[in-house]
């Protein structure tokens, strides 16, 4: 589904993660190109979280995990810690949904933050303090050299989150993965934070995966999109053209269900019925239960996840290439 | 700051007068003290003698704030056994008792809270389910128990040391034991459910997600926010350094302040008996005005004052 000639900059092959048993990623694939922006969506508990927590080896010791997660070429799964103590904060980067609760309330945030400098970039005594006070700047907190002597618990959740992201760009990463940034945040603050994000990731060219349950989140900062649901991703594609005309019946519902930005307001439809639990899970497609394309078929196969336009692929056997798209190119 | 002080001062103190007064009901509701000194059979005017000079023929309350005057004044009233000073009999049983809690203190920090650490570090291990089954068997029998278990391995079967009395660092041996045992299965226990509780909060993964090897990561993430509860629980041994060996200085015959407690409770040695009471509160309130100070210390969402915390 990656049409980027450059090799990727971070691949996941057929990753699975099972907690006591239960499998909850069925077999993830995806890639991030250098510089990219990818937005993660779906509803909790469908794995958006668990595939990069599982990638950076961050799940709880019960948790067990296969497949392949390359960072250039290089595996990640199953080596030593001290290997991935090299990659977390240097090479990827992941901050989380409660700042708040992220951070550590009993440390100052300048040793936080300091202590990812003085890890990835060698940094010392005074230095650490002159650089962490410029990413306080960089990430837009005010007062900075005040803040860096500060504790979580003084600042608001968007100022912690803020200082979340220059922990996360102290160590200059490729690939800043952000898990639910804004969720626990004001709508007000949200936006601001996610224009920070933008903002940082032109200046350094860091790739960012954004995770998400917010379309609108999603819509604003990626360029590409991947819809999770019931730990498998079921539609991969452009930001425009998936938020557009979305080719999975899941994520058209998804965006039913959303309030239109402009144009005339309309009834909202929820999707019936509810995800199905990790442990069971239907026999053949697992949205099949609330899907109103459903056919007999969709009961005995687990649809594999296609490419139904060059770059564009969907886990449906009912989605075929968009009708608008193939309009489109008639027209043109 | 200095309110938090002036605060946890006059709570401290508020505490140590509603333990002399409790000391004082208590004591007189349990029995004629005169009576019992003297004997039932003695002459009638020797006892009238007995209570008028000890004030004990005067109106309840008077003898309570007459006593409350007195203790405030520093004036602990004198043992009415053997008329000495009821501090000074108290004074020169402190040391004994020191010799065991000190050491038993000891003990129960320097193998408590390391192996409550290590079990939560390798939770559900062999090493760890060990040290719950020898924390909650150290937790539920009753100190006379195990010193007596002591005694008839150590004393009576091996034959390695005395089983009592005080005679040499050797004597303390067993005493010490039984008192360190028990409260390093408690600590134990506190220390490997704290750090549970602070393993699996959302900063340790932050910690990790930066690079922060484990190691580091536990020594300067969770360590820290780990000893706020451990604190607690080691500011309740510290209190109890004077009054926490009645039992264990009984079983050991060991001249301790607990078994002075215990003599003088029997022999309704009032003074002696209100004496050590107040030791044991003002000990106790001074360890948890220790305790507050350090959650200061430790976390700085409760130095900020009342918007702290979350």
């Known amino acids: 589904m990656h049409r980027n000639q450059e090799a990727p900059l971070v691949e996941i092959r057929g990753l699975t993660v099972d907690f006591d048993g239960v499998r909850a990623l069925h077999g993830i694939d995806l890639a991030i190109a250098r510089g990219e922006a990818v937005g993660i969506v779906g509803e909790s508990g469908c794995g958006k979280s668990v595939t990069w927590l599982a990638a950076l080896g961050l799940l709880p010791a019960r948790a067990r995990v296969s497949g392949s997660v390359r960072l250039q070429g290089r595996e990640l799964l199953g080596v030593p810690p001290a290997v991935l103590d090299e990659v977390r904060g240097r090479r990827i980067a992941m901050i989380f949904q409660d700042p708040a609760s992220a951070l550590n309330p009993v440390i100052r945030l300048g040793r936080q933050v300091g202590e990812a400098l003085a890890l990835h970039r060698g940094l010392g005594g005074a230095a650490i303090r002159a650089e962490a006070r410029r990413l306080f700047e960089l990430v837009g907190i005010p007062d900075a050299s005040r803040r860096l002597d500060a504790y979580p618990h003084e600042l608001s959740g968007g100022q912690n989150q803020r200082v979340m992201i220059a922990m996360a760009l102290a160590g200059n990463p490729d690939l800043l993965v952000a898990d639910e940034p804004t969720t626990a945040l004001d709508a007000t603050i949200q936006a601001q934070i996610l224009d920070l994000l933008t903002l940082v990731r032109r200046e350094t060219g860091m790739a960012l995966v954004l995770i998400s349950h917010d379309l609108g989140v999603i819509a604003e900062t990626s360029d590409r999109v991947c819809v999770m649901y019931a730990g498998r991703m079921v539609e991969a594609g452009p930001a425009e053209a998936v938020f557009d005309e979305p080719l999975h019946p899941y994520a058209q519902g998804l965006l039913a269900a959303l309030p239109p930005l402009d144009g005339p307001r309309r009834r909202l439809d929820p999707i019936p019925g509810t995800v199905p639990p990790p442990g069971n899970l239907p026999p053949g497609c697992s949205f099949a239960p609330r899907c109103p394309r459903r056919v007999p078929a969709c009961d005995h196969v687990v649809p594999a996840l296609s490419e139904k336009v060059p770059g564009w692929a969907a886990a449906c056997i009912r989605a075929h290439g968009p009708a608008m798209a193939d309009r489109r190119a008639v027209g043109a | ?310």
């Not at chain 2, 108290?90 to 010799?99: D, F, G, H, K």
């Not at chain 2, 969770?222 to 451990?230: E, G």
């Not at chain 2, 030791?279 to 100070?293: E, H, K, P, S």
């Open chain 2, 1 to 310: 700051m200095l309110r938090f002080l002036l605060l946890r001062s006059g709570r401290a103190l508020l505490t140590v007068a509603l333990v002399v007064t409790f000391a004082f009901v208590v004591l007189r509701l349990s029995g004629d003290p005169a009576l019992l000194i003297m004997s039932v059979d003695a002459p009638p005017e020797a006892i009238a003698a007995f209570r008028r000079a000890w004030g004990l023929d005067d109106p309840i309350w008077q003898q309570y704030l007459r006593y409350f005057g007195a203790i405030a004044q520093g004036e602990l009233g004198q043992s009415m056994r053997d008329g000495r000073p009821a501090i000074e009999l108290v004074a020169e049983r402190i040391p004994a008792t020191l010799a065991l809690t000190l050491p038993a203190l000891l003990i129960k920090l320097g193998l408590g809270i390391p192996a409550g650490i290590y079990a939560a570090l390798h939770r559900d291990s062999a090493v760890d389910r060990l040290v719950m089954v020898a924390a909650v068997a150290g937790f539920t029998v009753p100190s006379f128990v195990l010193g007596l278990v002591l005694v008839l391995v150590f004393s009576v079967q091996l034959g390695w040391l005395p089983s009592g009395g005080q005679d040499g660092w050797l004597h303390a041996v067993l005493p010490t034991m039984t008192l360190g045992i028990g409260g390093a299965a408690v600590l134990a226990r506190f220390t490997r459910s704290a750090m549970l509780e602070v393993l699996g909060q959302p900063y340790m993964r932050t910690a990790s997600a930066k690079g922060l090897p484990w190691r580091r990561a536990v020594l300067s993430h969770a360590l820290p926010n780990a000893a706020i509860p451990t604190v607690t629980i080691v500011g309740f041994m510290v209190g109890s350094l004077i009054a926490g060996a009645v039992v264990v200085e009984s079983v050991f015959s060991w001249p301790g302040v607990g078994r002075l407690l215990v003599v003088a409770v029997s022999n309704r040695d009032l003074a002696v008996v209100q004496c050590i009471l107040l030791l044991v509160a003002v000990t106790m309130v001074t360890a948890n005005f220790v305790v507050d100070l350090m959650y200061g210390l430790l976390d700085p969402r409760l130095r900020s004052g009342a918007k702290g915390g979350h």
